[in-house]
């Protein structure tokens, strides 16, 4: 049986006439006609703001980003001030709904500590002896595998799923390390470098030094991956992974489930994936932009993009435009000037140039192109990949590190889901197929 026969036949038989969706107002992506998203729940954990709603119209403003109700510019301001890691803090903000006091702080740091080391056995059997070509798939893996290393792993108590979030959240950076390593090592041929965790360097220092070969890293760097998990942390319950997280949390299945499905949502270009299409793209533009400080070239060759002419001839430029934010993404003010500082630091200034050019002046080519006064900017993929890349990060932990860093959204809104949720999630799907009669095999 070939199966590539069948294809132009299965695609007929799936599909549906795009009218029958506005014939039965059906909110495709779980979104409303002017773009709002569908209410479907209530949340206390975080808020993505970038519109307000004037007499039914959709108003754009300014983006907000809050956490338990805090402004995520006003934490890395005061955590900026202060010159010290902050990503343990908001996990702690997330997990417990308030800002910890130096003691609490303290000890969370040490629990999160001591719940790092993987159980024995664990690197050799469920990472060396089973790796992958992709990483954020060997995570999802070593996820599930916890689940059998896990003397109480279905109870679905506030307490045994805030014990298990911990330890997911704790193991992460190692479980995406590991993964790393095993993945250069044996499809790649690069030598295996297995280094331990450290106590007492948080997450952000201590990913750093697993993944390196020589585990050194300087301040900056430390501090710039730091900011990008404060950035990442959380977005609201509407965003895929964390809706998935909720939806899969419902079914009152375990946690590790629950957290492996928010993996695979994450892993898809639509979603974690972008900041790679992004570096994808941006490395098409360099390489076809012959000024990149003369704004009329690159606005041309955006053009073409748009016009799929140029790049993957998706018509799209990545890193531009957002589902909630508008006017601006809060995230991308924040770790624009990150950028800045590390490009000056790396001697590249004029690829950071690039970036801001076309930061500034996509919106408007996408909007003549498009034929659209629909509010659009620069979302935080713009400049994440970018970041990562002067980090010296591959490609292929970009992804895993937002991961790294959501787990602590996705496993919040878990434990909220538990506590008020109660009914399975169950939207409706309108069956528009014809009735016919069956047909028996001798008369087909």
């Given at each position: 049986?070939?199966?590539?026969?069948?294809?132009?036949?299965?695609?007929?038989?799936?599909?549906?006439?795009?009218?029958?969706?506005?014939?039965?107002?059906?909110?495709?992506?779980?979104?409303?006609?002017?773009?709002?998203?569908?209410?479907?729940?209530?949340?206390?954990?975080?808020?993505?703001?970038?519109?307000?709603?004037?007499?039914?119209?959709?108003?754009?403003?300014?983006?907000?980003?809050?956490?338990?109700?805090?402004?995520?510019?006003?934490?890395?301001?005061?955590?900026?001030?202060?010159?010290?890691?902050?990503?343990?803090?908001?996990?702690?903000?997330?997990?417990?709904?308030?800002?910890?006091?130096?003691?609490?702080?303290?000890?969370?740091?040490?629990?999160?500590?001591?719940?790092?080391?993987?159980?024995?056995?664990?690197?050799?059997?469920?990472?060396?002896?089973?790796?992958?070509?992709?990483?954020?798939?060997?995570?999802?893996?070593?996820?599930?595998?916890?689940?059998?290393?896990?003397?109480?792993?279905?109870?679905?108590?506030?307490?045994?799923?805030?014990?298990?979030?911990?330890?997911?959240?704790?193991?992460?950076?190692?479980?995406?390390?590991?993964?790393?390593?095993?993945?250069?090592?044996?499809?790649?041929?690069?030598?295996?470098?297995?280094?331990?965790?450290?106590?007492?360097?948080?997450?952000?220092?201590?990913?750093?030094?697993?993944?390196?070969?020589?585990?050194?890293?300087?301040?900056?760097?430390?501090?710039?991956?730091?900011?990008?998990?404060?950035?990442?942390?959380?977005?609201?319950?509407?965003?895929?992974?964390?809706?998935?997280?909720?939806?899969?949390?419902?079914?009152?299945?375990?946690?590790?489930s629950a957290i492996s499905a928010a993996v695979g949502s994450l892993k898809g270009f639509k979603h974690g994936g972008a900041n790679i299409k992004v570096m994808e793209m941006m490395t098409d533009v360099k390489a076809n932009v012959k000024d990149w400080s003369n704004e009329n070239e690159v606005r041309e060759y955006l053009i073409k993009i748009l016009?799929?002419?140029?790049?993957?001839?998706?018509?799209?430029?990545?890193?531009?435009?957002?589902?909630?934010?508008?006017?601006?993404?809060?995230?991308?003010?924040?770790?624009?000037?990150?950028?800045?500082?590390?490009?000056?630091?790396?001697?590249?200034?004029d690829e950071f140039g690039l970036y801001e050019i076309i930061e500034r002046i996509g919106p408007a080519t996408f909007c003549e192109v498009k034929n659209t006064t629909k509010g659009i900017c620069t979302n935080v993929d713009f400049y994440s990949g970018f970041v990562y890349n002067l980090l010296g990060i591959p490609a292929e932990l970009f992804t895993?590190?937002?991961?790294?860093?959501?787990?602590?959204?996705?496993?919040?809104?878990?434990?909220?889901?538990?506590?008020?949720?109660?009914?399975?999630?169950?939207?409706?799907?309108?069956?528009?197929?014809?009735?016919?009669?069956?047909?028996?095999?001798?008369?087909?």
């Amino acid at each position: 049986m070939k199966l590539s026969n069948y294809i132009e036949r299965i695609k007929e038989n799936y599909k549906i006439d795009r009218s029958l969706y506005d014939y039965y107002n059906v909110k495709i992506g779980l979104r409303n006609k002017d773009g709002s998203g569908v209410l479907v729940g209530l949340t206390k954990v975080g808020d993505v703001h970038g519109y307000i709603k004037n007499e039914q119209e959709l108003v754009p403003v300014a983006g907000k980003l809050r956490y338990r109700g805090m402004d995520v510019e006003d934490i890395i301001k005061n955590i900026q001030a202060d010159n010290r890691f902050g990503f343990e803090e908001i996990t702690f903000l997330l997990l417990f709904g308030y800002l910890p006091s130096k003691t609490e702080l303290e000890e969370f740091y040490a629990l999160l500590d001591s719940n790092m080391e993987l159980p024995e056995g664990f690197v050799e059997n469920m990472i060396l002896k089973a790796p992958s070509s992709n990483i954020m798939i060997k995570l999802a893996r070593s996820i599930l595998a916890c689940y059998s290393y896990d003397k109480n792993p279905e109870e679905l108590s506030v307490e045994n799923v805030l014990r298990q979030s911990i330890e997911l959240i704790a193991r992460f950076p190692i479980l995406i390390a590991y993964g790393y390593q095993a993945k250069s090592h044996y499809y790649h041929d690069k030598s295996l470098f297995i280094h331990r965790p450290k106590t007492g360097l948080g997450t952000a220092r201590n990913f750093l030094q697993l993944i390196r070969p020589d585990s050194k890293y300087t301040d900056l760097e430390a501090k710039t991956l730091d900011i990008c998990l404060i950035l990442h942390a959380e977005h609201g319950g509407g965003n895929n992974s964390a809706f998935t997280t909720r939806v899969v949390t419902s079914s009152d299945t375990d946690t590790y489930s629950a957290i492996s499905a928010a993996v695979g949502s994450l892993k898809g270009f639509k979603h974690g994936g972008a900041n790679i299409k992004v570096m994808e793209m941006m490395t098409d533009v360099k390489a076809n932009v012959k000024d990149w400080s003369n704004e009329n070239e690159v606005r041309e060759y955006l053009i073409k993009i748009l016009n799929k002419q140029a790049f993957d001839k998706s018509g799209l430029i990545y890193g531009l435009g957002h589902a909630v934010y508008t006017v601006s993404d809060p995230r991308t003010i924040i770790l624009r000037e990150y950028a800045r500082q590390l490009a000056t630091e790396k001697g590249i200034p004029d690829e950071f140039g690039l970036y801001e050019i076309i930061e500034r002046i996509g919106p408007a080519t996408f909007c003549e192109v498009k034929n659209t006064t629909k509010g659009i900017c620069t979302n935080v993929d713009f400049y994440s990949g970018f970041v990562y890349n002067l980090l010296g990060i591959p490609a292929e932990l970009f992804t895993p590190i937002f991961a790294m860093s959501r787990i602590t959204g996705w496993c919040a809104h878990r434990i909220e889901e538990l506590i008020n949720g109660g009914r399975i999630i169950r939207p409706a799907y309108k069956n528009v197929e014809t009735k016919k009669d069956y047909i028996n095999i001798k008369d087909r």
